[in-house]
């Protein structure tokens, strides 16, 4: 058969043609990638030498270039800075304040036109895939500049030897980033791995150098982090992120799985005089977050933040050191304000499906009691601390309704004013109808008493604060209240439970057959070792207690403000004020002089 096939002689010369086109086209193509490799690798160094003022040189032990298919492939790539040239530039003043080295076994180019580079000078590629590359960043801190900057434009440092660069994708998948931080007394390292990015339609040319839709140069780089593990120095805390992606194109950062886990609470409050924290957040979203201004400057710039569900619990660490400072520097717009070190602009942060839980321990009964807040939804709007921000509104507002203890809706709002020097703020709540019994988990272990029964109808307040004093009215309108005071063990005091059912406390808010409930004025002076959730807590307390008979309650209409003016009344209320605020930093100094005696045995 193959023999007759030959007897037809246009099927033999059909053959002899093709035999020599194939001829014709190989024997070039494998004659120009041999005669090529060594040109295009003198022209990638250059080009990489060029744009770098010198700077940063690359080396690879081979290339092998493919004409026919447009690809070419560096073996052991590495790319370093000249420490000569950096130090000639930093005596110049104009050295960069971070170098860049990077080493990878192979980077391949695919889709490149090696003609229009040889005989046009454009840079033509469609792929460049870098597996497991290992980039090391070091940060150094840098004079103020002195010496002459090159101003020009890496389209203008590059076209003596390049008219453009087009690259259509550029994928670095697996990445060992590292970064070394040499700003500080002593450097200090980090380090991420499993990082992928992908990078799309990079162009530099005459027109893409003054594009500001792109971002080094590309009109996308998307950032990509797995399973990300890292422990803290003292090895207390592990922190984890299941996911995480960043969009430059769309400035868009999500992350997932964000967890911080504690040491187990034996071992953590053994080796730790801090309170342990316990936090997973299921999604977090940053959107309109600008990337680029965040690596130039380090400030923090977000349109919108969403929290969507997650757990923050706070355990009161029973070992740890007293706090002799003032606290001030818990109050959120301090911290805002003085505790940043970078400027910061959240125009709205969103909390959606979020539970809070806050235990302590009760030395004396040896318990712990659990304060918890389920199904926490809440929005805050301006979160700033950048002047120009401040100049047109220093108002910071927070909108929340959450569950108190799973149970009683509570509905809150505060303002903050972030750059007064009295530290203003004011906060507004009301909490609708609720057993009073869920409130044993805390009461019982903590304060030893128990409500046997009795129901809240509303709890409001109303209270304006700086950091010394916090004035406001307090209402709590409640039926059939009864309590036990307990021991250590829980139980019953019978002769002080008496007393405090038959003479201390009302059992009801108004009281019964009355119409005028009892609502309080609350006037509390700030003890400076108080931070700024216990203060609140202080100030509520205070008029629930007042509405419960115990202490200077006054009877009046919800909302009428009459009684207000009552001088003597006031005096009272202030004097009660300042007698409290005595009585708690006696206790201060007891616990201080406590805590300086235990030291000394």
């Not at 022209?43 to 030498?49: I, N």
């Not at 509303?458 to 709590?476: C, L, W, Y």
Request: charged content about 25%; aromatic content about 10%; proline content about 3%.
């Amino acid at each position: 058969m193959t023999l007759n096939v030959f007897k037809h002689r246009w099927l033999k010369v059909l053959l002899i043609v093709l035999a020599v086109l194939v001829i014709l086209v190989l024997i070039p193509a494998l004659f120009l990638n041999s005669y090529l490799e060594p040109k295009l690798s003198a022209k990638l160094k250059t080009t990489v030498e060029n744009s770098s003022d010198s700077l940063y040189h690359i080396n690879f032990s081979d290339i092998k270039l493919n004409i026919l298919q447009g690809r070419a492939t560096l073996y052991n790539v590495t790319l370093k800075p000249d420490q000569n040239i950096y130090r000639q530039k930093k005596k110049q003043g104009i050295a960069p304040d971070n170098l860049y080295q990077l080493q990878l076994n192979r980077l391949v180019i695919s889709g490149a036109k090696a003609f229009d580079l040889y005989f046009n000078k454009k840079l033509v590629i469609g792929k460049i895939a870098l597996n497991n590359p290992k980039i090391v960043v070091s940060k150094y801190a840098q004079k103020a500049d002195t010496g002459k900057k090159d101003d020009r434009t890496l389209y203008q440092k590059i076209s003596a030897s390049l008219k453009s660069v087009r690259i259509g994708e550029i994928n670095l998948t697996g990445i060992n980033y590292q970064k070394i931080d040499y700003t500080g007394a002593k450097p200090t390292k980090s380090e991420l791995n499993q990082m992928d990015v992908k990078a799309t339609n990079l162009l530099i040319d005459s027109a893409s150098q003054t594009d500001t839709s792109r971002f080094l140069f590309c009109k996308d780089i998307t950032t990509k982090l797995n399973d990300y593990t890292s422990k803290s120095a003292d090895g207390l805390y592990t922190f984890k992120v299941k996911s995480a992606q960043l969009s430059t194109q769309t400035k868009r950062l999500t992350v997932s799985g964000l967890s911080l886990i504690p040491a187990e609470r034996t071992t953590f409050f053994k080796k730790s005089k801090s309170d342990r924290f316990i936090v997973h957040l299921e999604n977090i979203v940053l959107n309109d977050f600008d990337y680029l201004n965040y690596q130039k400057t380090q400030s923090i710039d977000i349109k919108k933040m969403v929290i969507d569900k997650g757990d923050f619990e706070v355990f009161g660490n029973y070992n740890g050191a007293l706090k002799t400072t003032d606290r001030l520097v818990t109050f959120p717009h301090w911290a805002i304000r003085h505790k940043l070190k970078m400027q910061l602009n959240i125009d709205t942060l969103d909390l959606k499906h979020m539970n809070f839980t806050y235990s302590q321990l009760n030395k004396t009964s040896n318990k712990f009691g659990h304060v918890k807040f389920t199904k926490i939804n809440g929005r805050f709007l301006n979160m700033t601390n950048r002047k120009q921000d401040l100049a047109k509104n220093n108002i910071c507002t927070a909108n929340i309704t959450s569950y108190f203890m799973g149970k009683g809706k509570l509905s809150l709002q505060f303002t903050f004013n972030l750059n007064d020097a009295t530290y203003n703020y004011a906060y507004k709540g009301h909490m609708g109808p609720m057993d009073m019994q869920i409130v044993n988990p805390v009461l019982m272990p903590l304060a030893m008493v128990k409500i046997n029964s009795g129901k809240v109808n509303s709890f409001d307040f109303n209270v304006h604060s700086t950091q010394k004093t916090s004035k406001g009215t307090v209402s709590f309108l409640y039926t059939n209240l009864n309590v036990d005071i307990l021991r250590a063990d829980y139980t019953k005091k019978t002769l002080i439970s008496t007393l405090a059912n038959t003479v201390i406390i009302k059992h009801d808010n108004p009281d019964d057959g009355e119409t005028k409930p009892r609502m309080a004025n609350v006037v509390y002076i700030r003890p400076a070792n108080f931070p700024f959730f216990k203060t609140i807590w202080h100030v509520l307390l205070n008029g629930i207690k007042n509405c419960a008979g115990i202490g200077p309650a006054q009877e009046k209409k919800l909302n009428s403000q009459q009684d207000t003016e009552d001088k003597k009344e006031q005096e009272k209320i202030i004097k009660k004020a300042v007698e409290e605020k005595k009585k708690e930093d006696k206790k201060f100094k007891e616990q201080v002089k406590e805590k300086k005696e235990g030291k000394k045995t």
